[in-house]
Every structure is written in structure tokens, then in C-alpha cells.
């Protein structure tokens, strides 16, 4: 039988972040073999992420990543237990490299659990499922991935919020002028968190409930019917000011309240061609 040396067990250790009796008893059980040691490792880690499915995985963090020719995107909502955890640089990793790899696949709305199949960036074959597997053994917490997003575009940005619930990915169709200009709006994004680009993309049953509660508020005022109109036609203009992206005023200064339209198109570009705003726990 291979001897087990206190150099062995720390080198497993050190690559897996687990507890120095459960390497120790890992390698002995391989007879001193760190490889079948791990994969023996994540087994047991399996079975047990398995047995707790079921807890509530209400913190996490989004993961984003943007390729290096800043035309391709991808953006993931990674659940976890606690808070302590969704900060944890093992948890971050593991949803910036989901997200990386849904950047490389083809699908523009993925299925999170085909996601998971997916192999891992750089990981010599292993799947997205290994690492989340991995990422239990470390952290004995349930990790669940809830959506995915890949953009595409002439000018892709992003920007995440320092605490990671918030991520924002624009897509343009051209590069501004001011390298600021992209992050300064998916920052205005992350603020605002509008629901459309364009007030013709909300949908048509939000506006409906906008026109309808507007419309019974100022009929219980006793507003005459000429007024009424008027009325609801200013509710739903401002509704679409507020929530789609284009329409908003630009919420940094720099930009002198001017609308994102105009921002943008003093920068070279016009159009925002897709928008993606996630944040944990939101739609």
C-alpha cells in the first residue's frame, strides 16, 4: 500500500479546498492515486449536492464574462445558500465561467440544465456539471444555475455591480466614440433597470394595465371624457419614458440630462440592439 505523506495529503488539499481528514482518507482509499482520489471526492460531493437539492437557494451572484473582441457576451444567474458564500472567490469563479461559456455556444437563450453540460473553459474536459460538483465539495452549499444569456453585437459591454447581484450587458451597433460611453450605460442600466429598449418593445399588456388604472383613476375623479384621454395618453407616456432604455434620462451627470438616444448618438451610435439586466432573485 502507497504510503500517505503529509506532503500528499496537503497537495490534495491545496487543490481541492477540502478538509485534511477527508483528502487523507481519499488517498488512502486510492491507494496514494491523487487523480482517482478526486474523482472519488467529487462522487461523494455529487451525492450529497443531491440529497440537498432541495434547500432554499435564495443569494448568489451573476456571472459575466465579455470576449476579447467585444462582440460577444455572456451573462448567468448562479444561486447559492448564504451571502457569505455568493462572495466567495471559488463561487465567483464558477459563475464567471459559466458564464464564459455560454459566451461560446450557440444558443441565445440557453436551458440552464443543458448549460451544465456544456464543457468547462480550460478545465481539460470537464463540464460545466463537474465544476459545480467541485464547487460543493468545497463550499457545502446547493448552487443552482437559473438563466442564461449570450449577446451578440457590433459592441458589446458590461458591468457588474461590486457586490455581484446586479449585471447589465448592452450590445450597439457600432463602438462609441468614448470608450466611457458603453459602461456609463449599462452602469445607467443597473440603475434604472429598464424593461424594454424602445417603448415599442414593452409589452403590450403592461401598457394595457398602465392605460386601465390610469383611465379609472381619473374617471373616480369625475375628469370629463376629453380630459380622461389626455390623461391616460401622459400616464402611458411617461411609463415608457421611465422603462424603456432609449427614452430615460441619462443618470450621470456627464451626460447633462440629455436621453440615452442622444448620448449615444453623440458618441457614433444609433441603436442599442439588445439589453440584458439580471439581477439575483429578479424576472
Known amino acids: 500500500m502507497a504510503e500517505i505523506t503529509a506532503a500528499k495529503v496537503k497537495a490534495l488539499r491545496d487543490k481541492t479546498g477540502l ?4 483528502c487523507k482518507r481519499a488517498l488512502s482509499e486510492a491507494d496514494g492515486d491523487e487523480a482517482a482520489a478526486i474523482e472519488a471526492l467529487n462522487r461523494k460531493a455529487k451525492g450529497k449536492l443531491e440529497t440537498r437539492s432541495a434547500r432554499e437557494t435564495g443569494q448568489g451572484r ?12 455572456g451573462i448567468v444567474e448562479l444561486r ?3 451571502a457569505q458564500v455568493a462572495q466567495n472567490e471559488a463561487f465567483v469563479d464558477l459563475a464567471n465561467n459559466i458564464a464564459a461559456a455560454v459566451s461560446a455556444g450557440g444558443d441565445a437563450n440557453p436551458d440552464p440544465v443543458k448549460v451544465l453540460t456544456l464543457a468547462a473553459p480550460g478545465q481539460d474536459g470537464k463540464t460545466l456539471a463537474d465544476l459545480v460538483s467541485e464547487s460543493f465539495a468545497k463550499l457545502q452549499e446547493n ?12 459592441h458589446v459591454a458590461g458591468y457588474l455591480h461590486f457586490d455581484g447581484t446586479t449585471g447589465v450587458v448592452v450590445a450597439l451597433d457600432a463602438k462609441p466614440n468614448n470608450d466611457r460611453v458603453a459602461v456609463d450605460l449599462c452602469q445607467h442600466a443597473a440603475f434604472t ?10 409589452a403590450p399588456e403592461r401598457i394595457e394595465q398602465v392605460r386601465s388604472q390610469a383611465k ?12 380622461v384621454e389626455k390623461i391616460v395618453e401622459g400616464k402611458v407616456n411617461a411609463y415608457c419614458k421611465e422603462n424603456a432604455l432609449i427614452e430615460q434620462e441619462h443618470v450621470k451627470p456627464d451626460y447633462e440630462k440629455k436621453t440615452v438616444k442622444a448620448s449615444l448618438a453623440d458618441a457614433g451610435v444609433g441603436a442599442v440592439t439588445d439589453l440584458v439586466v439580471f439581477q439575483v432573485g429578479g424576472e
Open 193 to 202: 433597470k429598464p424593461i424594454a429598449i424602445t417603448s415599442e418593445q414593452i
Open 216 to 227: 379609472l383613476m381619473a374617471e373616480e375623479e369625475g375628469k370629463p371624457p376629453q380630459i
Open 143 to 154: 448552487t443552482k444555475l437559473i438563466r442564461c444569456r449570450k449577446i451578440t453585437g457590433s
Open 19 to 22: 478538509p485534511i481528514m477527508d
Open 62 to 73: 451573476i456571472g459575466l464574462f465579455i470576449r476579447d473582441d467585444a462582440g460577444t457576451a
Open 80 to 82: 447559492c445558500e448564504t
